[in-house]
């Protein structure tokens, strides 16, 4: 969406010209997988599907959102004077809750404003469609009100959106890649110390493909919560004798050593997943910078086998489309991306046999599963910004 079409929208709706315009991205994790809340490291980038905003502020305390991917929804309508969370206003608690909590973090927001959003993330997809709307919001009053709030704010604010307004009890790897990402770079991000350095992504004759299952993430937010606990559980156990803060401190070697202090089978492989992919996700990152694209793909099939197997939150429809994926010719590795349970899995192709490539796979998907997979190709871009 350019910014004169959303320009005209903004017209049409609220009978005024807007001021400005700003942009969010989605994201994909090309590995470090559940590692984020547990202290580890993710590897994600910015795409340059995203979130659009036309803005115009207010003279009074009013805001008025009004999105295209939800018409039916309206105009929402609230007041900077009433800031809590509200069922009916849907999406618009994200905004809202960016809103309340910039506020309450000491940054002045004078008036109100209007705003229209369109977004061409693929709806529901696990590309993060919600932290791109949160940090869209972030960008766009800082512009609108000339606010200078440092980005890193801005991340963890949109956290704390997800984890207290809204009740997902997410990790930073999502906000972290929308506010900080970079064109043509992943980023590597300690979860644990927030220290983060940018590795450009060179893949040679290769491209990023994003794979949408196209099921609903049914139960995604519960069962997110339950591996969060399951690994709490674990870490608590292996306190008993380690001096550790989070599972992403222990090596393989010494999870593979002190696993015993761990009771429940199903506890002790959640753990597993989230130590060993730590690792992957540091081998991964030296694998790419050496250029070695076979090795980096190899770790790319194992994190998905293990999110398979041990972490158990891929499914049929991901299973499918990832083990269709690993079948073509021309693929360096595959694997579901984001909390899974549905949502999107990615692939890493050869640029020429991307179409067939395409064919195959979503035959194959549509066969098996009943119904289409979509597929995109992914361009790393730049993160949150304004136009
Ligand atoms: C979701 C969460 C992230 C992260 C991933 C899994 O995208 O928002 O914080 O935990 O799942 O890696």
Not at 200 to 206: V, Y
Request: with cysteine.
């Amino acid at each position: 969406m350019n910014s004169p079409a959303l320009n005209s929208i903004f017209n049409e709706i609220f009978e005024a010209v807007p001021e400005k315009s700003f942009f969010a991205p989605g994201r994909i994790n090309l590995i470090g997988e559940h590692t984020d809340y547990n202290g580890g490291h993710v590897f994600p980038c910015a795409i340059t599907y995203g979130t659009y905003a036309a803005a115009k502020s207010r003279e009074d305390r009013k805001v008025r959102l009004y999105s295209t991917n939800f018409p039916d929804k309206g105009i929402i309508e609230f007041t900077l004077d009433q800031l809590d969370y509200n069922k009916d206003h849907n999406w618009a608690n994200y905004p809202k809750g960016m809103i309340r909590y910039i506020s309450e973090a000491g940054h002045q927001i004078p008036t109100g404003f209007d705003c229209v959003i369109e977004g061409n993330i693929p709806n529901g997809a696990g590309l993060s469609s919600s932290a791109s709307i949160e940090l869209l919001t972030g960008v766009l009053v800082e512009g609108l009100f000339g606010l200078e709030i440092p980005r890193i704010d801005l991340i963890k604010i949109g956290k704390q959106v997800e984890n207290r307004f809204i009740g997902v009890n997410s990790g930073i790897m999502d906000q972290f890649a929308i506010g900080m990402g970079k064109k043509d770079a992943g980023i590597l991000l300690d979860c644990q110390s927030l220290k983060y350095k940018y590795a450009p992504i060179q893949l040679e004759n290769h491209k990023i493909i994003i794979m949408n299952t196209n099921k609903r993430r049914e139960l995604a937010d519960s069962k997110y919560n339950e591996r969060r606990g399951e690994c709490e559980e674990a870490l608590s156990q292996l306190q008993q004798k380690l001096p550790i803060e989070a599972l992403g401190q222990l090596s393989d070697r010494e999870f593979d050593e002190n696993q015993y202090l761990i009771t429940n089978e199903t506890v002790c492989k959640r753990a597993k997943h989230a130590v060993y992919e730590n690792s992957r996700t540091l081998r991964a990152l030296e694998e790419l910078k050496a250029g070695n694209l076979e090795a980096f793909g190899q770790l790319i099939n194992q994190s998905h086998i293990s999110l398979r197997d041990d972490y158990e939150v891929t499914g049929m429809e991901l299973d499918s489309l990832v083990e269709a994926a690993w079948n073509q010719p021309g693929v360096l590795g595959a694997r579901m991306t984001g909390a899974g349970f549905g949502g999107c899995a990615i692939a890493i192709v050869e640029n020429d046999l991307v179409e067939s490539f395409i064919e195959n796979v979503g035959a194959a998907y549509a066969d098996k599963i009943g119904y289409e997979a979509d597929f995109y190709v992914a361009s790393i871009g730049d993160g949150a910004k304004a136009l």
